[in-house]
Nanobody
Framework: QVRLVESGGGLVQPGGSLRLSCVAS?????????WGWYRQAPAKQRELVAR???????DYRGSAKGRFTISSDNAKNTAFLQLDNLEPDDTARYFC????????????????WGQGTQVTVST
């Protein structure tokens, strides 16, 4: 019932920056509890990059610390991931995840994934 669409990926040189966006849409009111950004490179499993809760608490993993910034605007059902000082090892498809409730009903939960956006870091 909740669709997520990512955008903002592309080709960038090492040290460059990108800003990823994720927009949630649906037929009823969406209340996101947690937004997450994940990435998956070829021959690797999907890994958590960063997540943010509705109260603003953030959680960054590994190499994302100090270089990436997650933020959200729940009034607009949108989350962002600012990617700075990108490295070749950051090359991956980046996916947005969100879970929460819809329609103001606690028993109507959702856990949705977007289609991903490609980030390629290369000279």
């Amino acid at each position: 019932q909740v669709r997520l669409v990512e955008s903002g990926g592309g080709l960038v040189q090492p040290g460059g920056s990108l800003r990823l966006s994720c927009v949630a849409s649906g037929s009823a009111t969406i209340n996101v509890d947690v937004w997450g950004w994940y990435r998956q490179a070829p021959a690797k499993q999907r890994e958590l990059v960063a997540r943010i809760s509705k109260d603003g608490t953030t959680d960054y993993r590994g190499s994302a610390k100090g270089r990436f910034t997650i933020s959200s605007d729940n009034a607009k059902n949108t989350a962002f991931l600012q990617l700075d000082n990108l490295e070749p090892d950051d090359t991956a498809r980046y996916f947005c995840n969100a879970y929460g409730v819809i329609g103001g009903q606690p028993w109507e939960s959702f856990n949705s994934w977007g289609q991903g956006t490609q980030v390629t870091v290369s000279t």
